[in-house]
């Protein structure tokens, strides 16, 4: 159990373009879902954390209208880059919890922006 | 002062060897502490998960954790190069995870 999916696994897009990553939680319902960037050899961070229905709370410096994040229901949210430059290109990975600290992470999506 | 502290040095082990992973974190009132194995072009994986101070066993894999020191350990006893990956730790608390930066371990056959 605890499954969670991420759709493209691999994206490349042109400059000014923007681009929707999926994250599902195939079998449970996640109460919460995480939205991380990875850099080459670097750790993990936090971009935001959406509940099912209300608006994601955003970290400090990541900027809420170029990284757009709907949380539509408690198996799916999405992650819109707008007007992707190349210096979004990244390794973007989600997260679900459906009960205190544990998160499942998806295989992550590796974005590459030209 | 960071809140979770690992040093992402990378760590060669030959097969069979015990791998010995740690962390430190700075807020106490972190209650909750998970290791996760991380593969190349991957998402990381959940290998442990604890909240409170000792230790926790799950196969080959022992999570150590000492809250008055708030140092937390992961071991791997009998190393394989199947366990070549990366490791971090992560503290919970306050809704959310703090990670470190993580290890990489490379066990050489």
């Known amino acids: 159990g605890a499954v969670v999916s991420q759709h493209p696994s691999w994206v490349i897009c042109k400059s000014g373009t923007s681009v929707k990553i999926e994250c599902r939680s195939l079998?449970?319902?996640?109460?919460?879902m995480f939205w991380y960037r990875q850099f080459p050899k670097q750790s993990l961070m936090l971009m935001a954390t959406s509940n099912e229905g209300s608006k994601a709370t955003y970290e400090q410096g990541v900027e809420k209208d170029k990284f757009l994040i709907n949380h539509a229901s408690l198996t799916l949210s999405t992650l819109t880059v707008t007007s992707a430059h190349p210096e979004d290109s990244s390794f973007y990975i989600c997260s679900a919890s459906r009960e205190s600290y544990e998160q499942y992470f998806g295989p992550g999506t590796r974005l590459t922006v030209t | 002062q960071k809140e979770v502290e690992q040093d992402p040095g990378p760590l060669s082990v030959p097969e069979g060897a015990i791998v010995s992973l740690n962390c430190t974190y700075s807020?106490?009132?972190?209650?909750?502490f998970m290791w996760y194995r991380q593969y190349s072009r991957k998402g990381p994986e959940l290998l442990m998960y604890t909240y409170s101070s000792g230790n926790k066993e799950d196969g080959r894999f022992t999570a150590q954790v000492d809250k008055s020191s708030k140092y937390i350990s992961l071991f791997i006893r009998d190393s394989q190069p199947s366990d070549s990956a990366t490791y971090l730790c992560?503290?919970?608390?306050?809704?959310?995870?703090?990670f470190g930066k993580g290890n990489q371990v490379v066990v050489i056959p």
């Open positions: 807020n106490s009132a972190f209650q909750y």
């Open positions: 992560a503290i919970g608390g306050n809704n959310r995870l703090a």
């Open positions: 079998d449970f319902q996640a109460t919460t």
